[in-house]
């Protein structure tokens, strides 16, 4: 069945940088788009960054040239390097996919069954 393994997240200073990974098992990864979203308790779940299936890159405008996604087909996962963190992108940060690349970020439509997610707390 599909399944969606989030890690990395973890208690990081203003500033610091950490990277997260995804992997994937049950679909066929390489045919999928892949998002990374992020929610806060309270708060809707938002589209954080996309990555196409060869490796175009898509992000919002709060992590624009702060954060970089990748993807390693051969490994099945999806990476997100997040620098220069800041408290506001305290998260739990969750990845998912779907065939179609949306017309916007926004728009992106999280088709499989949700893993657990990773806690990013960023604070001093």
């Known amino acids: 069945q599909v399944q969606l393994v989030e890690s990395g997240g973890g208690l990081v200073q203003p500033g610091g940088s950490l990277r997260l990974s995804c992997a994937a098992s049950?679909?066929?990864?390489?045919?999928?788009?892949m998002t990374w979203y992020r929610q806060v308790p309270g708060k809707e779940r938002e589209s954080v960054a996309r990555?196409?299936?060869?490796?175009?890159?898509d992000y919002a405008h709060f992590v624009k040239d702060r954060f970089t996604i990748s993807r390693d087909n051969a490994k099945n996962t999806v990476y997100l390097r997040m620098n220069r963190l800041k408290p506001e992108d305290t998260a739990v940060y969750y990845c998912?996919?779907?065939?179609?690349?949306?017309?916007?970020?926004?728009?992106?439509?999280?088709?499989?069954?949700w893993g657990q997610g990773t806690q990013v707390t960023v604070s001093s």
């Open positions: 049950g679909f066929s990864f390489s045919t999928y788009v």
């Open positions: 998912n996919g779907d065939r179609v690349w949306s017309s916007l970020l926004r728009n992106s439509q999280p088709r499989l069954d």
């Open positions: 990555i196409s299936t060869n490796g175009y890159g």
